[in-house]
């Protein structure tokens, strides 16, 4: 059975850091690109970062440029989302997905994926 599972997520303060993961089963990672999108309440969910199946090619959405860091270890079947300099605008519930044949400006773009993690949730706040 093909799943994703997120972990990761918490409740931190403001300017805090936390790490996502995102561990695959069922699948060979390498063979997919991976994003992370997340989706506030009253909000669509949104792209915040891709990687392409080698992990040559990443985007970042404008807001999290130079915040958060998107990385893949495919030995170990997961992808990561680093996230520093946490902002409250940064709320959501955090979802990975994995989508084949697609680069990794559409797929965070068009919040294209095959396959759908259950989401982890980010809570910024004092």
């Known amino acids: 059975q093909l799943q994703l599972v997120e972990s990761g997520g918490g409740l931190v303060q403001p300017g805090g850091s936390l790490r996502l993961s995102c561990a695959a089963s069922?699948?060979?990672?390498?063979?997919?690109?991976i994003g992370w999108f997340r989706q506030a309440p009253g909000k669509e969910r949104e792209g915040v970062s891709c990687?392409?199946?080698?992990?040559?090619?990443?985007h970042y959405a404008d807001s999290v440029k130079g915040r958060f860091t998107i990385s893949r270890d495919n030995a170990e079947n997961t992808v990561y989302l680093r996230m520093n300099s946490l902002k409250p605008g940064d709320t959501a519930v955090y979802y990975c997905?994995?989508?084949?044949?697609?680069?990794?400006?559409?797929?965070?773009?068009?919040?294209?994926?095959?396959?759908w993690g259950q989401g982890t949730q980010v809570t910024v706040s004092s």
């Open positions: 069922g699948l060979t990672l390498n063979d997919y690109a």
């Open positions: 990687i392409s199946e080698s992990g040559s090619w990443i």
């Open positions: 997905a994995a989508a084949r044949s697609r680069t990794v400006q559409t797929m965070c773009a068009q919040v294209a994926g095959d396959y």
